[in-house]
C-alpha cells in the first residue's frame, strides 16, 4: 500500500497524507496523474487516497471509505434488532467499549438505537485513519448517522492492551467482532479491510479481559453456522450469532 492525495492538492492534504504514511509506516507517493498509472509504476495495486472531501482506501475498481452503511436498514426493527438485543440483555447499557471497531458499522447502530456513548478501539493504523477523518465528517451533518458519529470516540490501539489497562468493571458492555474468514453477506469492503486490518488477538485471553472489564456483560459475534463455544446466552442474528457472557 501507498498513500496518496487527488492531484494539484493542497498543502494540507499534503501534511495529512504524510501524517498517514508515517503512521502507517508506508511511503508517500506524490500523485499528479491518474491513480491508475501510479499502481502500475508502483507495482502495487492498494493505495491510501486522502481528498478533499473523504479519505478512502482504494484500489482499481473498489474503494472503501467510512459512511452510515445499512444504518438505515439495521434501524428498521428498533430494538428488536438482534444486536440490540443483545447488547440490552441484562438491561444496562449506557456505555460501550468497541474493542474491535473496524469500519464502525455496530458502533454507528448502538449510537443511534440506544444513544450510548462508544469508546472505539481500532488495531490498524490504516483503519483508524479513516475513521479518524470519516466519523468528524459525518457528525458534522444534523441527521441520526451524524449525531451517532458524535457518539463514537475511535482510538488506535489493540484490543487486548487497552483492555488489559482499564479497571475491572468500567463499562456497561464490552463488544468483540473477531474478523471472520469469509465475509458476512452483510460486510461490504471485507476484502479490502482485511489487507489492511490488525491481526487479531488471542480470543481466549481478549474474552477474559473483556469479561474483567465489563460491568454488565461481554457480546462476542460469532459465525451462526459455525459451532459455537460455551457462553451464558446467546441471540441469533441473521448471519451471525450473538454469544454473551457474564462480567466475572
Known amino acids: 500500500m501507498f498513500i496518496t492525495t487527488t492531484p494539484a492538492a493542497s498543502t494540507k492534504l499534503l501534511q495529512r497524507a504524510r501524517t498517514v504514511a508515517a503512521r502507517c ?3 508517500f507517493v506524490r500523485r499528479r496523474g491518474a491513480l491508475s498509472a501510479l499502481f502500475a509504476k508502483h507495482h502495487c495495486d492498494l493505495a491510501y487516497v486522502v481528498r478533499r ?3 478512502e482506501l482504494r484500489t482499481k475498481d473498489a474503494a ?3 459512511h452510515p452503511g445499512m444504518l438505515a436498514l439495521k434501524r428498521a426493527t428498533g430494538r428488536e434488532h438482534p444486536f440490540i438485543r ?8 449506557t456505555t460501550v467499549l468497541d474493542a474491535t471497531l473496524g469500519m464502525a458499522g455496530d458502533a454507528l447502530h448502538a449510537a443511534a438505537e440506544l444513544e450510548v456513548q462508544i469508546r472505539g478501539i481500532e488495531g490498524s493504523a490504516a483503519v483508524h485513519s479513516l475513521l479518524e477523518e470519516g466519523l468528524p465528517r459525518m457528525a458534522a451533518v444534523a441527521d441520526v448517522p451524524g449525531l451517532a458519529a458524535s457518539r463514537i470516540r475511535a482510538e488506535h490501539g ?3 492492551e487497552v483492555l488489559g489497562s482499564l479497571p475491572n468493571a468500567s463499562t456497561d458492555v ?3 467482532d473477531p474478523m471472520f474468514d469469509t465475509p458476512r453477506p452483510s460486510a461490504p469492503g471485507f476484502e ?3 489487507r489492511v486490518a490488525y491481526e487479531a488477538d488471542d480470543p481466549a485471553a481478549l474474552l477474559a479481559q473483556a469479561c474483567r472489564v465489563a460491568s454488565s456483560h461481554v457480546v462476542f459475534k460469532y459465525p451462526k453456522r459455525a459451532t459455537y463455544p460455551p457462553c451464558d446466552a446467546c441471540v441469533d442474528g441473521k448471519a451471525v450469532r450473538y454469544l454473551i457472557y457474564r462480567a466475572r
Open 53 to 55: 472531501d473523504r479519505e
Open 86 to 93: 443483545a447488547l440490552e440483555w441484562n438491561g444496562r447499557c
Open 158 to 160: 489493540t484490543a487486548l
Open 25 to 27: 509506516g508506508v511511503r
Open 64 to 66: 472503501l471509505f467510512v
Open 192 to 194: 479490502l479491510i482485511r
Open 174 to 176: 464490552v463488544l468483540i
